[in-house]
């Protein structure tokens, strides 16, 4: 659990470090942390290779990893869920893209959050379908959905999909009992489907907040896909694995038809690392989000005490949402590139007024933004 630990990872080709590869730019943008994984999942991963055969391994006959999950969503968000409303796929993006296909006709709009990341934001072009955005705001000092556009988005009959981010990427926030239930109310009498991005939830940092997950809302169970996984949480992106809880067997079905020929099945080690972490790592689990609650608070006052900068202090996730737009500067990517910082650019977003700062990383990375945002 030393999440001080400074791990090179220029050498083993990392999507983050690749970016800035011989500059001398801080990568703090895609996310993933900087954090090594639980020894339990270190453990688990040489067990399996140790073994030796790599052979196929169909996930839903996997009693473990499946047993693991109903574990993980019981005792840590109070979803009572059955195994069988599992559906195992490579990542949350292969996932809504197969929404897009499972619960859309050609000619179809999609409700899509913004600002979101890009792959998101993508995902109903790829499928000859309308994007329809609903903006977030802010109140009461948080970021939330504008419910007033979501509501006339729903109203409109050619609108069948709404994706959803929550926690919501970039900005953090984690809506209430309250918005979700707004939700699945429009959702029902709009006859929308809900895809819920969850991929965030277990990374909750404010005290007194929870993460509800879309699918247990009693008028959601029938019209929803939540998608959730390991990997955000634990740091293994890379290993290909999420899933899907679809209680709904019709819904269900659709969904797996469409993803049949096109998604392959996740991957055995990312099968292997998600029991280990969802089995053997809540105490690391707890180490780190309040590590990630100390990396938060100085963030948030790096970034206070930067002229033109602001930002809201997110209640989830590892990600800072900054606004950029004080900067005497029309290129805020440029400017902190240019101070030796490598934020996501807003504009990737929808919002080119801001940046995205990944604080999942060790305070010494944090030393390094404050120093180089003074120069």
């Avoid at 999950?69 to 197969?98: M, Q, S, Y």
């Avoid at 859309?104 to 959050?113: A, L």
């Avoid at 009959?157 to 970039?170: A, D, E, Q, S, V």
């Avoid at 009498?189 to 909750?204: A, F, G, R, T």
């Amino acid at each position: 659990m030393d999440f001080d630990r400074i791990i090179d990872r220029r050498s083993n080709q990392s999507f983050k470090w690749q970016k800035y590869a011989g500059k001398d730019i801080l990568p703090m943008w895609v996310a993933d942390t900087e954090f090594a994984c639980a020894q339990p999942i270190l453990d688990a991963l040489h067990e399996r290779i140790d073994h030796g055969p790599l052979g196929y391994h169909l996930p839903v006959q996997q009693t473990g990893v499946n047993q693991a999950v109903v574990r993980w969503l019981r005792d840590k968000h109070d979803w009572d869920i059955r195994p069988e409303w599992i559906v195992w796929t490579p990542g949350v993006v292969p996932a809504f893209n197969v929404a897009c296909r499972a619960y859309c006709q050609p000619g179809d709009k999609v409700i899509v959050q913004t600002p979101n990341y890009p792959p998101l934001l993508a995902a109903p072009a790829l499928h000859g379908l309308t994007r329809v955005d609903v903006p977030s705001v802010v109140e009461a000092g948080r970021w939330t959905l504008d419910f007033a556009a979501l509501e006339a988005a729903m109203a409109d009959p050619k609108c069948t999909l709404f994706i959803l981010c929550n926690p919501m990427n970039p900005v953090g926030s984690v809506l209430t009992a309250q918005e979700l239930s707004h939700i699945a109310r429009l959702c029902e009498q709009h006859d929308v489907m809900l895809c819920s991005d969850e991929i965030h939830c277990d990374l909750i940092l404010e005290p007194g907040v929870r993460h509800l997950p879309a699918g247990k809302q009693p008028a959601l169970a029938g019209r929803s896909v939540t998608l959730m996984a390991a990997s955000k949480t634990f740091n293994i992106a890379g290993l290909g694995t999420s899933f899907a809880i679809i209680p709904d067997s019709r819904i269900r079905q659709r969904f797996e038809s469409a993803a049949k020929g096109l998604v392959p099945w996740a991957n055995l080690m990312g099968l292997v690392a998600t029991e280990a972490a969802f089995t053997q790592c809540d105490d690391w689990l707890e180490a780190q989000l309040q590590y990630l609650r100390e990396n938060r608070t100085r963030v948030t006052d790096i970034i206070d005490e930067h002229p033109g900068l602001q930002m809201i202090t997110p209640p989830a996730t590892f990600l800072a949402w900054v606004d950029a737009s004080g900067l005497d500067s029309d290129d805020p990517q440029g400017y902190f590139e240019q101070r030796g910082i490598g934020p996501s650019p807003g504009k990737d977003f929808g919002a080119p007024d801001f940046v995205r700062i990944n604080f999942g990383c060790p305070k010494a990375h944090l030393d390094t933004l404050a120093q180089r945002l003074k120069t």
